[in-house]
């Protein structure tokens, strides 16, 4: 399932990706230091793409980050929208055009808070040098 994913990235066209990502993500060990360091790699690889734009919510933003938990929003090609999110209980698919529309304006939020492309892009690479350097 996750190689066909990362497949998915590299086919013509390649699908538009905008995802902001909590600074926990990126400073929070999951797994050994080297596993960390190789998905920090990763996500330079990927931030560097044309059609991929990554951005950091620094833990800065305090109680002003609009999610509590994980949500990723699609827009289908005919531009319908649905909406995944999850919590340590379970996932669920939304479909409800005013929770879309809610959640839709909240990540444009977020979007603005973040940090801007190449900051976010320079915070990933420090990330990954802190996981370097403490080895």
Known sequence: ????????????????????MDEGCLRRSI???????????????????PGVILQVAPFALGEDRPFAHPVTLLTMPDRAMVGYSETQR?????????TLAEWAGEYDQLQVEALPRA???????????GFEDHG
Do not use: N, T
Not at 1 to 20: E, F, K, T, Y
Not at 119 to 129: D, H, M, T, Y
């Open 1 to 20: 399932m996750l190689l066909s994913r990362q497949q998915r990235l590299d086919r013509q066209p390649a699908p538009r990706i905008h995802a902001v």
């Open 31 to 49: 797994g050994q230091r080297v596993v960390m360091i190789e998905q920090l790699r990763h996500l330079e690889a990927l931030a560097q793409r």
């Open 90 to 98: 379970r996932g669920f698919l939304e479909r409800d055009p005013e």
């Open 119 to 129: 900051a976010s892009l320079s915070f990933i690479r420090e990330a990954r040098k």
